[in-house]
């Protein structure tokens, strides 16, 4: 499989509940990123991780908490979240987080908050 | 106040004629400038770059234009074809990539 895989594609929680987003990319970047997209909003970056190291926190709430394992993997971890939170979670990597090479993105996660 | 702008939220076009989609960006240490275009239920893909340093660059039949005294970038799409409806967002990085809320072209066969 190629490209940047994102699962589940659809996740439905409750507000006390604790789920985690996985990414997977199959290009051999060495950079990795979690993006927020809300309705009629511009995407948010929330983290940044380049070769393992989290390289970027943009004042996520620490209700949601990043994990990468290796270079290949990114998790997001959810708990106590709030329906604000529902929005379209996009997983992206690029060669190296130099910005000067173009983030391939994953087909998101739709999360509903309820 | 957002960083980048796509004052056009919809363009329609015929088929065959030039799609112009535009973005307008307010800080002048951008460096990097990148399309991308979208699918409902699809992740954004990449389409096209261009570096502050040219003012034109092309790839088959999308063509991106730089102007940096006026912080405006545009997307040339020539021709354009019913597969090229989707939502166009425009790009630009300094210290991290920051995106307009996109564009929704569509092409009328």
């Known amino acids: 499989e190629t490209g940047v895989t994102q699962t589940p594609r659809h996740l439905v929680m409750g507000m006390t509940n604790k789920k985690s987003l996985k990414c997977e990319q199959h290009l051999g970047h060495n950079a990795m990123y979690w993006y927020k997209q809300s309705a009629k909003k511009p995407l948010e970056l929330m983290f940044v991780y380049n070769f393992k190291e989290q390289t970027e926190n943009n004042s996520v709430p620490s209700r949601f908490s990043p994990e990468c394992p290796n270079s290949s993997h990114l998790f997001l971890h959810l708990h106590t979240l709030q329906p604000e939170d529902s929005a379209l979670y996009l997983c992206a990597s690029s060669r190296d987080d130099r910005l000067n090479s173009p983030l391939h993105f994953g087909n998101g996660t739709r999360l509903t908050v309820t | 106040d957002p960083q980048v702008k796509q004052n056009s939220p919809s363009l329609s076009v015929q088929e065959g004629r030039i799609s112009i989609l535009n973005c307008d960006y307010t800080n002048s240490m951008f460096d990097y400038f990148l399309w991308y275009k979208k699918y409902p239920a699809e992740g954004p893909t990449f389409l096209i770059s261009i570096s502050s340093i040219k003012d034109k660059n092309e790839d088959g039949r999308f063509t991106v234009f730089l102007n940096k005294s006026a912080k405006h970038l545009s997307l040339h799409i020539v021709p354009s074809q019913p597969g090229d409806s989707a939502v166009y967002f425009c790009?630009?990085?300094?210290?991290?990539?920051?995106f307009g809320t996109g564009t929704s072209l569509t092409v009328i066969p």
């Open positions: 790009a630009a990085s300094r210290n991290q990539f920051y």
